[in-house]
């Protein structure tokens, strides 16, 4: 199993036979550093060995608001606030959910690993180190948390995270695709 480069995500994503979707959609095939009008943001879009993901408008942070408790067995949504818009606030020592721009459609062969990026890195966000399993397709979750005691600014459609491709010699016997998996087609932040 080896760390796929940038041709390798290429050609998965552009380079298809007719009537093959794409790995990754919508898909930059280069990295992008500036906006429409020349700022300088957050990088994404396809590196020498990964993909930097986006974050949608959408957002979902945690809260002590409605006095819940969080229970990963049975998920109170009273403990998130919904928040859209080109970026959110995240609160000192918060933590919050965000769903990508991109729609994956990881091949049975091939393992995703999400980490966090360098920028964002050293201002504190921290992004969960998250797999993503052979056959999973949809949209995917990114956990964030604001490791600082001030508040962090999170910015939708720029680079948050990259994705990192390690492609097996043969098919797992049993991918995220087979069986009923609670993630499996999202679409937004579930």
């Known amino acids: 199993m080896s760390i796929k480069p940038d041709a390798w995500i290429i050609r998965k994503c552009m380079e298809l036979p007719e009537g093959v979707k794409p790995m990754i959609e919508p898909f930059t ?11 300088k943001i957050l990088s994404y879009g396809t590196s020498s060995y990964g993909y930097d993901v986006t ?7 945690f809260t002590n608001l409605n006095s819940a408790i969080i229970d990963p067995l049975d998920f109170d949504e009273k403990c998130l606030v919904e928040v859209e818009g080109d ?10 959910l965000g769903v990508t721009n991109e729609y994956f459609r990881i091949p049975k062969n091939v393992m ?8 964002g890195a050293r201002a504190g966000m921290l992004v969960n180190t998250t797999p993503i399993e052979p056959g999973f397709e ?3 979750v990114i956990e964030i948390s604001n490791a600082t005691s001030l508040p962090m600014k999170i910015y939708a459609n720029m680079g948050v995270a990259q ?8 098919e797992c016997t049993r991918s995220y695709a087979d069986g009923q998996r609670k993630y499996q087609g999202q679409t937004g932040i579930v």
């Open 112 to 119: 995703v690993v999400c980490v966090g990026k360098s920028t």
């Open 87 to 96: 970026y959110v606030i995240l609160p000192p020592n918060s933590y919050l």
């Open 29 to 39: 095939p280069h990295q992008v550093r500036a906006d429409e009008q020349g700022r």
């Open 138 to 140: 949809g949209n995917v």
């Open 163 to 170: 994705f990192m491709f390690f492609e097996s010699d043969e």
């Open 55 to 61: 974050l949608a408008r959408k957002f979902a942070i």
